[in-house]
């Protein structure tokens, strides 16, 4: 990302006498030097961790799909299914999943998002649990190794007790804010915690500013990759909304807990050997504490005032009339209409007949073994329109 740190030695003293100068020491011809503080030759003022937790959220997602494809077991369901040579982890027919998944049957089964179970059937844990699941290989291959590129190196620098939270939550600040705005179809994926840790990379940049070396060409990389993978995000068939979402709530958990001390050690670092600083302090700057209260106002605020108004059942589309357009633009290439997932039914004894609005085709199923009939028959709804 071009961003320079200061245990590199990219950061230099300003040679201002003060607390933090440095001064020579009064050399004893018989006295050995004093050891640097730190323990050695090479002093890190900020710990470096093994990152362990991010290829574990990997290896979590993973499972998850192989899970779900475990569940899917497509030739039960179809005959066209692709690479059918690997019996029931095969794969949808590619003209209803062209992303080598599941069925969005088995994904809302396995907990996808979908706003009509979250508001009505008392199914909040959806919300976080949309964003392990994938909608096929091509999908959770690019999410992975992204978060490799970007979780491993945030690790490294905070530790797994801060990216951790920072990957949930934004994740769930990502579903919370597609659910408000996109609930007429399913939602999956690891993208809106993806976009919190790019959200987190932005914010401590800048509440960190002072430390890093070649400042503003680190501040333009970042943004332009931010800008890039939003501006795909427009496409259609792409939850930019999760992606808007887990941006701001990164953003804002940036400012609160990846928080660092801006001066003390410089000196001490880039001192030449035989100096040494008469003190090394940690200290916070105003502008941080500024930061780091309204980013904690505005996450709480933001949360509640999200979580109130998806449990009243409010589409936010219904009060923003251009906000759609920041999810997709339509152009004479493609649509932004989301396929219709309403269905006709008919029922004689225990046959049910659905037939899709949108498609026109019609099936039959026995509503004998269905123990939670409302809820089976949008789910097959959903699986005869797709």
């Known amino acids: ?3 320079g740190t200061s245990s590199e030695g990219d950061v230099r003293s300003n040679g201002r006498r003060g607390d933090n100068a440095i001064y020579p020491l009064e050399m004893n011809p018989t006295e050995a030097v004093p050891p640097r503080r730190g323990g050695g030759d090479d002093f890190r003022p900020f710990r470096k961790w093994f990152p362990w937790l991010v290829p574990l959220f990997v290896v979590a997602n993973v499972v998850v799909f192989v899970v779900s494809m475990y569940i899917n077991d497509c030739p039960k369901k179809s005959t066209s299914c692709v690479l059918d040579f690997l019996g029931r982890f095969s794969f ?12 969005s049957v088995t994904l809302l089964k396995m907990g996808a998002l979908d706003v009509k179970k979250v508001v009505h059937g008392n199914q909040g844990w959806r919300l976080v649990t949309c964003m392990w699941l994938h909608a096929g290989v091509i999908h959770i291959l690019a999410n992975m190794l992204s978060l490799l590129f970007i979780g491993i190196r ?5 530790g797994f007790v801060r990216i951790g939270p920072l990957y949930v939550i934004a994740g769930l600040g990502g579903s919370l804010l597609s659910a408000l705005f996109i609930q007429a179809s399913i939602s999956v994926g690891a993208s809106g915690a993806l976009f919190g840790l790019l959200g987190a990379m932005l914010s401590e940049l800048i509440t960190n500013w002072t430390i890093y070396a070649n400042k503003f060409a680190a501040l333009l990389t970042l943004v332009v ?26 953003f804002f958990l940036g400012f609160v807990i990846l928080i660092r001390p801006q001066f003390g050690y410089i000196s001490q670092k880039n ?4 100096y040494h600083s008469r003190s090394i302090k940690r200290k916070h700057k105003t502008y941080q504490y500024v930061l780091w209260i309204i980013s904690a106002i505005a996450l709480v605020v933001g949360f509640i005032v999200g979580l109130v108004l998806l449990f009243r059942g409010v589409n936010a589309n219904d009060h923003c009339s251009w906000c759609h357009y920041l999810s997709c633009v339509p152009t004479s290439r493609w649509s932004c209409e989301s396929q219709s997932k309403s269905c006709l039914t008919s029922q004689s004894g225990h046959r049910l007949n659905l037939t899709c609005e949108d498609s026109g ?10 123990t939670d009939a409302a809820s089976q028959i949008y789910e097959l709804c959903v699986e005869l329109c797709g």
């Open 1 to 3: 990302m071009g961003r």
């Open 92 to 103: 949808q027919p590619l003209k209803e999943n062209p992303l080598f998944g599941p069925s």
């Open 271 to 274: 001192a030449p050997l035989g």
């Open 225 to 250: 990759i931010i800008a890039i993978n939003l501006a795909v995000g427009i496409l259609p068939h792409v939850d930019n909304f999760a992606h808007i979402g887990g941006f701001i709530t990164g």
């Open 154 to 158: 945030l690790e490294r620098e905070f």
């Open 361 to 370: 085709k019609t099936k039959a199923y026995d509503l004998s073994g269905m």
